[in-house]
C-alpha cells in the first residue's frame, strides 16, 4: 500500500509567480484536503476534493484553486504568489467519512 | 467560528516527570485529533477520540475527551527526550467529513 507522497519537497518562486504543487493519494481515498502551515502556527484548512468536486473551503482567497483527478491524485495551484504564502503545504488523503485522513510529507514553498 | 486553543504553547519538562497538555474548543464536536509534528516534517496521527468520554494510550501519551466540557488532554506520562516535539489537536465539527482545524501547538522539550 502506497502512502501520501507530494511534489516538489521544496521549491522557491519570486513574489507574482504562480506554483503548482501535487498530492498522490494513498490507494483506496478519494478524498484530498489541502492546509497550509506557515511557520510556527498550527495548520489551516484550504480546500477539500472528493471525487473530482470541491467540497468545502477555508478562508483562502480565489487565488488558491485546486483540482482532483479521476485517479484520485490532486493539485493545489496558486496565482499572483505573495510573501505570506510561504509555508508548508500538507496534503491529506482519506475515504471520505469512513476513515481518517492521513497526511503526506509536505511541499515547502519559499516565496522571496 | 470555530476556536481551538492549546495551553501550553511552550513546555520545558524534566525527564521522568508526568505532565498534561491541554485542548478548549469552542464548537460542539465528537471528533477530536492529536498530532506529532517533529521540526521541518510533517504531521503524524497519534490518537483519534470519537466521543465522550474516550481515553486511548499509547506508551507513554494519554488522550481524553470531554464533549460537555469542549476539552481534551492530552497527558505524558515519565518523559523521555524523544517524546520532543510539537503536538497539535485539532477538531472535526461536521462528523466524519474530515475537515480539521487545527489548535496552535504545544511545543514541547524533555531536558535530560
Known amino acids: 500500500e502506497t502512502g501520501v507522497t507530494q511534489s516538489p519537497t521544496h521549491l522557491i518562486k519570486t513574489r507574482g509567480q504562480q506554483v503548482t504543487l501535487r498530492c498522490s493519494s494513498q490507494?483506496?481515498?478519494?478524498?484530498v484536503s489541502w492546509y497550509q502551515q506557515a511557520l510556527g502556527q498550527g495548520p489551516q484548512f484550504i480546500f477539500q476534493?472528493?471525487?473530482?468536486?470541491?467540497?468545502g473551503r477555508g478562508n483562502f482567497p480565489p487565488r488558491f484553486s485546486g483540482l482532483q483527478f479521476p485517479n484520485y491524485s490532486s493539485e493545489l495551484n496558486v496565482n499572483a504568489l505573495e510573501l505570506d504564502d510561504s509555508a508548508l503545504y500538507l496534503c491529506?488523503?482519506?475515504?471520505?467519512?469512513?476513515?481518517?485522513?492521513?497526511f503526506g510529507p509536505g511541499t515547502r514553498l519559499t516565496v522571496t | 467560528e470555530l476556536k481551538v486553543e492549546q495551553n501550553p504553547l511552550f513546555l520545558s519538562m524534566q525527564e521522568e516527570k508526568n505532565y498534561t497538555i491541554y485542548c478548549n474548543y469552542s464548537?460542539?464536536?465528537?471528533?477530536l485529533y492529536w498530532y506529532r509534528q517533529d521540526p521541518g516534517k510533517s504531521l503524524e496521527s497519534l490518537f483519534v477520540?470519537?466521543?465522550?468520554?474516550a481515553v486511548k494510550q499509547e506508551g507513554r501519551l494519554m488522550a481524553s475527551l470531554d464533549t460537555k466540557a469542549r476539552l481534551s488532554t492530552l497527558h505524558i506520562t515519565a518523559a523521555v527526550h524523544d517524546l520532543s516535539a510539537t503536538y497539535f489537536c485539532a477538531v472535526d465539527i461536521n462528523f466524519g467529513n474530515e475537515k480539521l482545524t487545527f489548535g496552535t501547538g504545544t511545543r514541547l522539550t524533555i531536558i535530560p
Open positions: 490507494s483506496g481515498h478519494n478524498t
Open positions: 464548537t460542539t464536536s465528537d471528533r
Open positions: 476534493y472528493y471525487r473530482e468536486e470541491e467540497n
Open positions: 491529506a488523503s482519506s475515504l471520505g467519512g469512513v476513515t481518517e485522513q492521513y
Open positions: 477520540l470519537l466521543s465522550n468520554g
